[in-house]
């Protein structure tokens, strides 16, 4: 059974660039969640959706970032225009239930996005 | 405030020790779940542990334990007879009902274990 995959695995690209990270979340699952890891400021949630709808964008640091999950087995993650303080390793992660049990978040591997 | 706290930024044990590792949390919401991830060098982020604000026992698994007490809203990882695969990156994180479902992270601790 396939995990959380993401792609690109890497990314490097320039400022002022659109930068698009994509997720695929486990089947079944029906919430998904955006995280940005980077060492000043540690793992923090950019977005979250709970069957396909946004529930919570508090995280997103800025209009530059767009968060979109057009079915319950893809998402995107968008930056434009991308500035190199981006540079971060985003995680996507999925779960079922939202209650009070052990739902836990099933993370991708991430994508390294360096923005030079 | 921060929500969760980890104080250990680095850690040392020995080969097939215990180790305790500190979290502390901090919210109003009586209903709430504890998690520990691991992340290794390679990055991912794997799940170790979860304990319900509602649960009577400490949970445990494996060599894992997570030592509760919720009145001083702690929730310590404990893992026993540690091994050299045990280094990595330690991140205690809440999820409060009344929040949806989102995780809220500590700085995470490194644990380095020693031959």
């Known amino acids: 059974d396939a995990g959380v995959i993401q792609s690109p695995r890497h990314e490097v690209t320039e400022m002022g660039q659109e930068v698009t990270l994509r997720c695929k979340p486990i089947?079944?699952?029906?919430?998904l969640f955006w995280y940005r890891q980077t060492m000043m400021r540690g793992l923090e949630l950019l977005i979250y959706?709970?069957?396909?709808?946004?529930?919570?964008d508090s995280g997103m640091p800025e209009d530059r970032f767009s968060a979109k999950m057009p079915n319950a087995s893809f998402s995107t993650l968008k930056i434009q225009p991308s500035e190199p303080r981006d540079s971060a390793v985003y995680f996507c992660?999925?779960?079922f239930g939202q209650g009070l049990g052990n739902y836990e978040q099933y993370f991708g591997p991430g994508t390294r996005l360096t923005v030079t | 405030a921060q929500k969760i706290t980890q104080t250990q930024p680095g850690m040392f044990v020995q080969e097939k020790e215990a180790v305790t590792l500190d979290c502390t949390y901090d919210t109003s919401d009586p209903s709430y779940g504890l998690f520990w991830y691991k992340q290794p060098s390679s990055g991912e982020m794997i799940f170790l542990i979860y304990q319900g604000s509602y649960d009577q026992q400490n949970a445990t698994e494996g060599r894992y334990s997570l030592n509760f007490q919720k009145a001083r809203k702690s929730a310590n990882l404990v893992i026993s007879a540690s091994q050299l695969g045990d280094s990595a990156m330690y991140f205690c994180?809440?999820?409060?009902?009344?929040?949806?479902?989102?995780?809220?992270f500590g700085q995470g601790t490194e644990l380095s274990v020693k031959p």
């Open positions: 992660a999925s779960s």
């Open positions: 994180a809440m999820r409060e009902v009344n929040q949806g479902g989102k995780l809220i």
């Open positions: 959706f709970n069957n396909n709808v946004p529930i919570d």
């Open positions: 089947s079944g699952h029906n919430s």
